[in-house]
């Protein structure tokens, strides 16, 4: 008797074999994708202080908070004060080991302290008091001065403010009005004579100064250190200057950021708006 079990089982191959054909291979994974290079960090902010101290030498710094808004400026301004601190500090202890013992060590100090005077859209004022010690009868003391373009995001000098053909005269003038007036008012002063004359604009140190006007710069404020105008004793002096006396002097790329007058007039006697704290 025949049988025909084999056919059913015989197709059933010849199918399979026709899909095992049309099936396609597997595709191999992928590799993940390659991530990109992750940007370098950003710096990290400075602080707005520095102090070190050791047995040659104590130095400090200390920075507006408002400097925070201006980060570039905020980095130039502290890597160069706490780079100039430490060279005082390693020349303080250079000049300790040269004295070798032979007499009783004074320690050196040093010490920064920076205040906010004028914020502008297009220029920051900052000005500064500073003593340094380095073991005389009494410690050298004065004031500094940072004018920053805002909108360029560097730093100028004073005479950026003016135009390079600028008789400057006129400025020269009100400040030597003014440090006769204030002289007036201060008991003891030296008048101006020929050992202490009338200095210029440029043997000064000038700062931003608010004005009555918002977002605008209203004067000059004028910091004189000892000795220049009197003696030691008589200390240094702080001078406002108003718009009005040098308007007609100021560049064309600053002109427009000074308008109304000072928001203060200043001590009629000269002495300063400000103090450090000493650490």
């Known amino acids: 008797m025949k049988t025909f079990a084999a056919a059913p089982l015989a197709a059933l ?5 026709l899909a095992a054909c049309d099936r396609k291979p597997a595709e191999a994974p992928k590799a993940p994708a390659a991530a990109s290079p992750a940007a370098p960090p950003a710096a990290p902010a400075r602080p707005l202080t520095f102090q070190q101290a ?5 130095v400090a710094l200390s920075l507006p908070a408002e400097i925070g808004r201006y980060p570039v400026l905020h980095t130039t301004l502290y890597d160069r ?7 005082f500090a390693a020349k303080a202890e250079a000049d300790r080991k040269a004295a070798d013992g032979q007499f009783p060590w004074r320690q050196y100090e040093s010490q920064r302290q920076w205040f906010a005077a004028a914020t502008t859209p297009k220029l920051v004022g900052l000005r500064a008091l500073w003593f340094d010690y380095t073991g005389g009868a009494h410690p050298n003391h004065g004031g500094a001065s940072l004018l920053w373009d805002a909108a360029a995001n560097t730093e100028i000098k004073p005479a950026a403010l ?7 005269k006129a400025l020269d003038k009100a400040i030597c009005d003014a440090v006769a007036a204030a002289k007036s008012h201060r008991e003891g002063a030296v008048p101006l004579n020929d050992m202490f004359a009338c200095p210029k604009w440029s043997e000064t140190v000038l700062v931003l100064a608010p004005s009555t006007q918002a977002d605008k710069i209203g004067g000059l404020t004028v910091l004189i250190d000892p000795y220049v105008v009197g003696p030691y004793a008589e200390g240094d002096y702080e001078l406002t200057i108003p718009l009005s006396a040098f308007q007609g002097l100021l560049a064309p790329a600053y ?18 708006s400000v103090k450090m704290d000493v650490k």
């Open 81 to 87: 004060e706490v780079a100039q601190l430490k060279d």
């Open 13 to 17: 191959a010849l199918v399979s074999m």
């Open 255 to 272: 002109a427009d950021a000074f308008a109304g007058a000072p928001k203060s007039p200043g001590n009629p006697d000269g002495t300063l």
């Open 162 to 168: 003016f135009r390079p053909d600028a008789d400057m």
């Open 54 to 58: 050791d047995p040659a030498a104590k």
